[in-house]
């Protein structure tokens, strides 16, 4: 029987998972769940030590002899501080040592209690990941905990071994063993883009890749060369990919308003999934990801790190997608190859062609519909109107978009590659950004930015050094209009004034202290006149164009373009 501590049963689960066969536990009541737990697991060997100090040599002797990790298990307080010359020893000697930490619950840290302390953090740099377990008590808490305890134990393997601390809180009572078996854990994977993805014992990424009858690949925002110039076709052809402007100088793909009508289908969801690149726009996309609950998810991480986005990871793969997708693509694109490596007939591989067609179908008519919609005088309109005059320009600029309304609009209307600040989506800084790009670019950069953006981070035109390639799409709708689309806030009499912040504040005047050209719209016809002159007049000083909304419109105008979707 074991622990009715779940988190304690995940964590004996995944170390087991992950290659642990040897632990030295160390006395106390705090850490006795998990001891028990390692002590009743038939795949782990328990080895007792009194002194914490002798005990984290001791799998460090271990470790060093096995070449795999092994853990050190401690209780609360005192005793964890105890093992950090023998961790400190793993990290100069590159030893997969596995610290796990019992620990008070953390509201009774630094409250008189007895043996406690903080312990997270408390072996600093000498552990390469450090993680704290929450509290199992729903499907959200355990795939964290999963994801946690999945995060340290795989840094262990990078850089020819290193030490990490897994630290677990734990409440009274301690001593209940009512646990029949342990639950089942799914352990994610850890490659590296060197990886020969032709070998099958190797690459679990190819074996869930080629096997899928329904694969997709999703590429958040990134920089990487390789979404240029779609240099993805082979795999186009064999998989649905999907991206942002955020991602690709392609061209919108209009995903989102597709899951908006057909997000219902269980016929479009994936079985495999591989992500590359970093966040999305799209949060109807991830919530449709997440239900995709039988599909194998692999992602792409440039450092190595683990985001588990769409809460399904089963293995990371560090490199870039530079580094990964042309070898899933070569192989796609040389049948005869494939063959010869995989002795099975290219034709043996399951028929993708009815899922990927069927998606194909789905977004070209989205693509049309979007192409063909009008939107009245609002946000929309200007959006759609700048994207459509400059692609007759010809000439080559960059685009910035603003957090919030404005790179949702570029997610329906740009045509090509789109920088904004969605590291963590903040609204500030998003001029200054775009600023600071065009003090140093030798082309047009042109920036599409919310009224509450704009006026937050007015000071980025007060700079001596801006020139006339700076141009600027103020959407001024008297407030954050994105709130004007959360469902449910409109029954808050603070929504207005306190929520969305509603002004009634013009940037003509910035524009005038800082010598920067201003022009305004507040109907269809001015606004064509405006984004004409935005983007082709002359000037050695930035050039701004305010289009005044109104915010219920905005929004209204958003809604009847994602209901007018039909397929």
Request: hydrophobic content about 40%; glycine content about 6%.
């Amino acid at each position: 029987m074991y622990s009715n501590k779940e988190k304690v049963n995940i964590l004996t689960v995944l170390l087991v998972a992950y290659g642990v066969r040897h632990a030295v536990v160390c006395p106390g009541s705090r850490n006795s769940p998990i001891v028990h737990n390692l002590n009743e697991c038939p795949d782990i060997t328990c080895y007792p030590v009194t002194d914490e100090r002798s005990a984290g040599f001791y799998a460090l002797g271990m470790s060093l002899e096995l070449d795999e990790p092994v853990v050190v298990c401690v209780t609360s307080g005192t005793a964890l501080l105890n093992l950090a010359p023998a961790v400190a020893e793993a990290w100069y000697q590159h030893v997969p040592l596995v610290v796990v930490s019992a620990d008070r619950p953390p509201q009774w840290i630094d409250q008189l209690d007895g043996q406690t302390l903080p312990q997270p953090d408390a072996l600093g740099h000498f552990v390469a990941h450090s993680v704290s377990l929450p509290d199992v008590t729903d499907t959200e808490s355990h795939w964290y905990c999963n994801r946690m305890i999945c995060e340290a134990m795989i840094e262990t393997g990078k850089k020819g071994g290193q030490p990490v601390h897994i630290n677990v809180p734990l409440a009274e009572p301690l001593f209940e063993y009512d646990v029949e078996a342990l639950p089942n854990e799914c352990k994610i994977v850890f490659e590296t883009a060197s990886v020969d993805f032709c070998d099958i014992e190797r690459s679990g990424l190819r074996y869930d890749f080629w096997s899928a009858r329904r694969p997709m690949i999703v590429i958040g925002q990134t920089r990487d060369p390789l979404l240029k110039d779609n240099r993805l076709q082979a795999l186009q052809k064999h998989a649905v990919v999907l991206f942002e402007p955020l991602g690709s100088d392609v061209g919108t793909v209009h995903f989102d308003e597709v899951l908006h009508a057909m997000g219902g289908d269980d016929s479009l969801l994936p079985d495999f999934v591989l992500y590359g690149g970093g966040t999305l726009v799209s949060k109807r996309l991830k919530q449709f990801l997440r239900r995709a609950t039988k599909a194998d998810f692999w992602e792409i991480s440039e450092d190595g790190r683990l985001h588990d986005t769409f809460m399904r990871t089963k293995g990371v793969i560090e490199g870039s997608l530079s580094d990964v997708l042309p070898k899933l693509e070569d192989i796609l694109s040389d049948t005869s190859t494939f063959e010869e490596i995989f002795e099975t007939s290219f034709e043996q591989l399951p028929d993708t062609s009815a899922y990927v067609g069927h998606w194909h179908d789905l977004l070209s008519k989205a693509a049309e519909n979007a192409l063909i919609a009008e939107p009245p005088y609002s946000q929309m309109a200007a959006v759609r109107m700048l994207e459509q005059q400059f692609a007759l320009t010809g000439y080559p600029a960059n685009f910035h978009y603003a957090n919030s309304t404005s790179v949702r609009l570029a997610c329906i209307y740009s045509t090509g590659f789109v920088y904004c600040n969605r590291g963590v989506n903040g609204i500030e800084g998003s001029l200054s950004t775009a600023a600071g790009f065009s003090v140093v670019a030798p082309r047009r950069v042109i920036c599409v930015i919310g009224d509450l953006s704009f006026f937050y981070d007015q000071n980025a035109l007060w700079n001596q050094n801006l020139r006339g390639n700076l141009r600027i799409l103020l959407l001024n709708n008297g407030r954050g209009g994105i709130f004007e689309m959360l469902t449910g806030l409109e029954r808050s009499p603070a929504r207005s004034l306190l929520v969305a912040a509603a002004h009634r504040t013009s940037a003509e005047g910035i524009c005038r202290q800082n010598h920067v050209t201003y022009l305004k719209a507040e109907n269809m016809q001015e606004l064509q006149q405006g984004i004409h002159t935005l983007l082709n007049k002359e000037s050695d000083r930035p050039v701004l164009l305010e289009v005044f909304t109104d915010a219920q419109a905005d929004a209204q105008a958003l809604r009847d373009y994602y209901h007018e979707q039909h397929f």
